[in-house]
């Protein structure tokens, strides 16, 4: 059997970041409208910080204004809870987030609560989760709605696919889940509670593993042709004591049966920012009662 062809979410998310970038410059031009991203991060987690600069960086370069808040790592959640009640107030600021995970001091509902679920660009507020239920007219989460993309350029018809999906994740598996079933595939979602894994995951279609455990989906969980994205990103230590990003799946026995495959990195990663962004871009226009450009 040949092996699986690439998912390149790299050059995917090139290209929304281009058109992102081309809208923006737009609305500037149209309406004089420059939109302003605040990615709020608590404390020093080492993977958070570079989640942050990387989000820094392209809301950059695709001309957004950021406004990025980095907090110490022991601030109330009622200093937090005001600053982001500061950050609802400015209208330079069109789209918020705070970095989770959050210390166990701060209840990370409460925060997302308090944001303005028009600049909640994460789209975790229960304003765009019920939005997200109803179908239609929240902001959606990021990770998701990349996914959502990466399949509809793999597959030409999702209608009736069986989707399993490893991992019930406020962020991942729950609201991909909403989506996967509004795009008309058959839905189960899996955790780390289920029993016969292998055997659910061979039923699947179109796999995805976002539930955190390096390699743990193996060439034999895979049905021969299936298309398999992978969220995860595990930092693990290699034989020689280096450290390596791996995925949730077992890539070297996959890429072996699956049709088609996101490797890490460049899969599903980069995907987040480039949705975060046209979040951004969209939260701007409707704030400002501009029309949301087609995208
Ligand atoms: N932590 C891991 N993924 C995300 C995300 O998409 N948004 C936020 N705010 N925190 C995260």
Redesign the pocket.
């Known amino acids: 059997m040949s092996k699986a062809r690439l998912i390149d979410g790299k050059k995917l998310a090139a290209k929304l970041r281009k058109t992102v970038g081309t809208q923006t410059l737009t609305l500037k031009k149209a309406y004089g409208l420059v939109p302003g991203l605040a990615a709020v991060l608590v404390g020093e987690d080492p993977a958070s910080q570079i ?1 942050i600069r990387n989000k820094e960086t392209h809301a950059r370069e695709v001309g957004m204004n950021n406004f990025s808040r980095r907090l110490a790592k022991n601030i109330s959640e009622a200093k937090l809870l005001k600053i982001v009640s500061e950050l609802n107030a400015d209208p330079v600021i069109n789209g918020i ?4 995970p959050l210390s166990k001091k701060i209840d990370a509902f409460t925060v997302i609560e308090k944001m303005d679920p028009a600049k909640d660009v ?1 789209g975790f507020h229960s304003f765009n989760l019920s939005a997200l239920f109803r179908g239609s007219g929240g902001l959606v989460p ?2 998701p709605k990349g996914c959502m993309m990466l399949l509809e350029t793999t597959i030409s018809d999702l209608n009736g696919a069986n989707a399993v999906v490893l991992g019930r994740s406020n ?1 991942v598996g729950k609201p991909l889940a909403q989506l996967l079933l509004a795009a008309n595939t058959t839905v189960t979602i899996t955790h780390s509670h289920t029993c016969n894994l292998p055997e659910i995951c061979r039923n699947a279609d179109i796999l995805i593993a976002a539930i955190g455990q390096p390699k743990l989906i193996k060439g034999h969980w895979i049905k021969p042709g299936a298309v398999v994205l992978d969220v995860g990103i595990n930092r693990i230590k290699t034989k020689d004591g280096e450290q390596t990003l791996v995925g949730d799946v077992d890539f070297d026995e996959v890429v072996e049966i699956a049709g088609a495959i996101t490797p890490v990195p460049g899969g599903v990663g980069p995907m ?1 920012i480039a949705c975060l962004l046209e979040n951004t871009l969209i939260a701007c226009c409707r704030q400002n009662g501009v029309p949301v450009p087609e995208i």
């Open positions: 989640y987030l705070v970095q989770q994460d990021c990770t962020i987040t």
